[in-house]
């Protein structure tokens, strides 16, 4: 077991003028058997962080440790981790029980007759003993997958490092991986880094998250504080699917005049804007309603179109008032029935209105939330606490 | 049904009934396929096959009647060709030069050039794509075009009809084709192979020696087998380049057509001994064949 530390990390590749930057400068402090799921969209840099924990890639600059050693100058093989990789990675030349055992031969003393053992109760752990003479070529992806991650823990190592282990596997097959991944991690309690682009991973598996854009921390917290309390424009617009819907308009008066509608703020909206004039407000689509009466605050749109999926639909609208005929999402109830090019009012409820500086993308205004909700954004997952002790 | 003429008959062929019928019943055609397709790849092996078997004929014939037109198809198979091939010195000279020579310099190319294509695949080298057309490069002039400068290099370095200096032609000839064929083949077995390596604590060497060469044993064994060939059945450069003590088993053949006549007979026999160790080796490596020669692209990510 051990913390990991990342100490002003910054990774370039290439060099002079065309150097560019994956990793800008992040520091981040990852305690004793927590899972933490680092996450951004394709070239954010999230590999590349993980890669540079594991020593597979050199940081350019900063230090990098794993419990209470500056592993800079150590290889991966001296770092005591373990890897499971996207594509696998499994030997093909070898059988299960020689995948499984070859970290073992490699980096431990222990005895044939001990690593025999060892495997193969890791083996029955994982329900893959019946595999162990079998080559992977010979297994299904989902097969597979579980030898990775059962040669992983069969080192019972300080760190894993998953590397979007559950991307190449079918949808099904990935929901039950990922309770899979989940009860092991809470069960050994091993610090675990788990990279990943997927919403779902990202909000159910982790302890915290850690969301990187353009090499750049955004910002690090448990998944419910990275939905309800965004650092900034880029974290609100990440987490949550379908994406919170951005308006970009001036505030004059207490009012925030947008290209399609105008918003009357709150008083504590205006004083968290201050003097700013340039502000972005953001909602969620499950926070609009959709109702034929007007409302306070709410304007009249038109349905572009509607996407059942089953319990909710997924409605897009269009401002009637707008110059423009871009639309955004409401999550409306699956059963309200909603017809295409109906005209209705749409409104979002004070409580719920993000704002951000439309310059600097930083977030001035908060949604609010019940007592209740509040005190849960902090807590880690209740499974993984149990497993951190 | 109405399959005898469907032209015929316009107003019967507008029933599904009959457009079926029309064309060739399924089985019949595939059947047709089947028999067409055979047929092709029969006569292929014929042509491929027939001037072996003119050969392995020729050798079993006494002399005089090896070259006989219209050729006797049935006759007496006799051995003697082939005894009096085992009883001459020089022959077993050549072709005991030419297993080691070839032997040793196959080993050779594949240390020097296994390796040398895995650092061209995993390293960043600078202006890799050059060096490796400066490798291919080796190939691009015509054998008879540097013999010549290969003569006198080898009498400089007195190298001239010794065994080395074949060996070091042979690894010359064959050094590109190791290095292009294995780049493609590491090319095509992911990365991330040798960093789980890594992370399960090997270290490099150890990576490429345990996961990775292992992989790549069916490509290894094609170049393997493809140097030997080349290598093996290389006649020019040890025509210029020996001349008693270092002489190939090819050269050796290729003294059986003699100015005034050829032992044709002796020849074929001799063609014969010379293709055995090609078929042993083949037979040896056979299971790895199939995937070494499509290049890497049987391993998937």
């Avoid at chain 1, 005895?111 to 299904?140: C, K, Q, W």
């Avoid at chain 1, 040669?151 to 899979?180: G, H, Q, W, Y």
């Avoid at chain 1, 092991?184 to 598996?205: F, I, K, P, R, W």
């Avoid at chain 2, 599904?16 to 019928?21: F, K, Q, R």
Wanted: net charge negative; hydrophobic share 45%.
């Amino acid at each position: 077991m051990a913390s990991i530390t990342l100490d002003d990390v910054t990774k370039e590749f290439g060099e002079g003028g065309d150097a560019v930057v994956a990793v800008d400068d992040v520091s981040l402090d990852i305690e004793d058997g927590e899972f933490v799921v680092f996450v951004g969209p394709s070239g954010s840099g999230k590999s590349t962080l993980m890669r540079m924990v594991a020593g597979l890639e050199t940081q350019t600059d900063g230090d990098v440790s794993i419990g209470d050693t500056v592993v800079n100058q150590l290889g991966p093989r001296a770092r005591d981790i373990a890897m499971v990789f996207q594509n696998y990675a499994l030997y093909p030349n070898m059988t299960v029980e020689e995948n499984m055992s070859f970290g073992l031969k490699m980096s431990t003393d222990l005895s044939a007759d001990e690593i025999e053992r060892t495997v193969t109760e890791t083996a029955e752990m994982m329900g893959i003993e019946s595999l162990l003479d079998n080559t992977p070529g010979e297994l299904s992806g989902g097969q597979q997958q579980r030898v990775a991650l059962g040669r992983a823990i069969v080192r019972d190592p300080n760190v894993f490092l998953m590397d979007e282990p559950l991307s190449n596997l079918d949808a099904k097959l990935r929901t039950t991986m990922r309770t899979e991944i989940n009860r092991l991690q809470s069960d050994l309690g091993v610090t675990t880094l788990y990279v990943t682009h997927d919403q779902t991973e990202a909000m159910t598996m982790g302890d915290r998250l850690v969301v990187l854009n353009y090499g750049e921390l955004q910002q690090v917290g448990t998944p419910l504080e990275c939905f309800y309390r965004p650092a900034n424009r880029f974290v609100a617009g990440f987490i949550g699917s379908p994406s919170m819907n951005f308006f970009e308009g001036e505030v004059t008066d207490g009012t925030l005049v947008a290209d399609g509608f105008e918003y009357d703020l709150s008083e504590r909206m205006q004083a968290n804007v201050g003097d700013r004039t340039a502000v972005t407000l953001g909602a969620r689509p499950e926070d609009y309603t959709l109702s034929d009466e007007p409302t306070d605050n709410g304007f009249e749109v038109v349905v572009d179109v509607v996407e059942p999926m089953g319990s909710v639909s997924y409605v897009y609208v269009r401002s009637v008032a707008a110059s423009h005929d871009e639309t955004f999402v409401v999550e409306v109830d699956g059963q309200q029935p909603i017809s295409e090019g109906e005209r209705l009012h749409a409104h979002v409820a004070a409580t719920d209105v993000h704002l951000f500086d439309t310059q600097s993308g930083e977030t001035i205004h908060q949604r609010e939330l019940t007592d209740d909700a509040e005190n849960a954004l902090s807590k880690p997952l209740e499974n993984a606490s149990a497993g951190a002790d | 049904m109405a399959s005898q003429n469907p032209s015929q008959s316009p107003s019967q062929s507008q029933s599904p009934v009959d457009t079926g019928s029309q064309r060739l019943d399924k089985d019949t055609r595939e059947t047709l396929v089947s028999v067409a397709r055979h047929g092709l790849l029969l006569g292929w092996s014929f042509v491929v096959l027939f001037p072996l078997y003119w050969l392995a004929s020729m050798s079993l014939k006494p002399p005089g009647q090896a070259n006989a037109l219209p050729p006797d198809w049935l006759f007496l198979p006799t051995v003697y060709n082939y005894i009096r091939l085992a009883q001459d010195g020089a022959f077993l000279a050549a072709f005991a030069n030419s297993v080691v020579m070839v032997s040793a310099s196959v080993v050779l190319v594949l240390l020097i050039g296994v390796p040398a294509a895995y650092v061209l695949s995993r390293y960043d080298i600078p202006m890799e794509r050059d060096v490796l057309v400066w490798i291919l490069s080796s190939r691009m002039l015509p054998p008879i075009a540097v013999v010549i400068p290969f003569f006198v290099i080898f009498r400089e370095l007195n190298l001239f009809d010794s065994r080395i200096g074949m060996v070091f032609m042979y690894v010359s000839i064959n050094l590109s084709l190791v290095v292009w064929v294995m780049k493609a083949f590491f090319d095509g077995i992911p990365e991330t192979l040798e960093e789980a390596a890594r992370v399960d604590g090997a270290t490099r060497f150890q990576g490429f020696r345990k996961v990775v060469l292992p992989a790549a044993k069916p490509g290894i064994f094609s170049v393997a087998i493809i140097s030997f060939i080349f290598a093996w059945i290389e006649l020019l450069f040890g025509l210029v380049l020996t001349n008693f003590k270092a002489v190939p088993v090819t050269l050796f053949v290729y003294s059986f057509i003699g100015s005034r006549s050829i032992e044709w007979g002796m020849l074929a026999a001799a063609s014969m001994a010379m293709i055995l160790p090609v078929v042993i080796f083949l037979i040896a490596v056979n299971k790895y064949l199939a995937a070494g020669l499509s290049f890497g692209v049987v391993i998937k990510e």
